[in-house]
């Protein structure tokens, strides 16, 4: 079945430095990737998607590029802020079934 | 600009009692979803509904039940609450065709 494995957290950064948390997939076919991000008392946010192999997604300094060949969709940022500090959830969706990775918490210190 | 809205936020439960979330969207969307978040686990599909009228199980269906009142309702329904249920619940809705699901704020429920 298709599956989502991200790198466990948490991760503590301080402010300014790089950041990446490790997504991989299984899927029986070509699925959508996600990053949904969740802010403390709050639902799930997209942070971006990819639909097919070679796109980037981007939003807010955050970037995530879909690697068909190692079925990979990591998430960077070259510089955290103190508010990027949330729990980052990498998804994949395929023919209307969604499965999420377990979270990766992330906490930015100044 | 509502979303997709859940109610209510926290309630606590004794081992047996029964309780209904609540969950309302207001963006026309087709498509609605129930999930669990359990630490360490991600989120867990419980029912969905691809349509007004029709409700399908997911990943985790055992021990809730469904309704898809209208295109705006889905409610998630504990007949008889268990402490394995202790979770956060979050309500979400996709549209016709699209990917991408908007979640509610979420239930927090805790059940004793």
């Known amino acids: 079945g298709n599956s989502v494995t991200q790198m466990e957290g948490p991760v503590t950064l301080s402010e300014e430095a790089f950041l990446t948390i490790n997504c991989t997939y299984t899927a029986t076919g070509y699925p959508s990737l996600f990053w949904y991000v969740q802010y403390p008392g709050e639902g799930l946010q997209l942070l971006l998607k990819a639909t097919k192999a070679d796109d980037k997604g981007s939003n807010k300094g955050f970037e995530a590029t879909y690697r068909k060949e190692t079925t990979s969709f990591h998430l960077e940022k070259g510089s955290v802020q103190v508010s990027d500090s949330a729990v980052y959830f990498c998804a994949l969706s395929f023919n209307n079934d969604m499965r999420f990775g377990a979270g990766t918490r992330l906490t930015v210190k100044p | 600009n509502a979303g997709v809205t859940q109610t209510p936020k926290f309630q606590v439960l004794k081992t047996g009692q029964s309780m209904t979330l609540q969950c309302a969207q207001d963006m026309n969307h087709n498509s609605m979803y129930w999930y669990r978040q359990d630490p360490g686990m991600g989120l867990r599909l419980i029912y969905y509904?691809?349509?007004?009228?029709?409700?399908d199980k997911g990943e985790v269906p055992n021990g809730y039940n469904v309704s898809r009142l209208n295109k705006r309702e889905f409610s998630l329904r504990l007949e008889s609450a268990a402490p394995s249920q202790t979770s956060v619940y979050f309500c979400?809705?996709?549209?016709?065709?699209?990917?991408?699901?908007?979640f509610g704020a979420g239930t927090r429920l805790s059940v004793l």
């Open positions: 979400a809705s996709s549209g016709t065709g699209e990917s991408i699901q908007y």
């Open positions: 509904s691809a349509s007004e009228g029709t409700t």
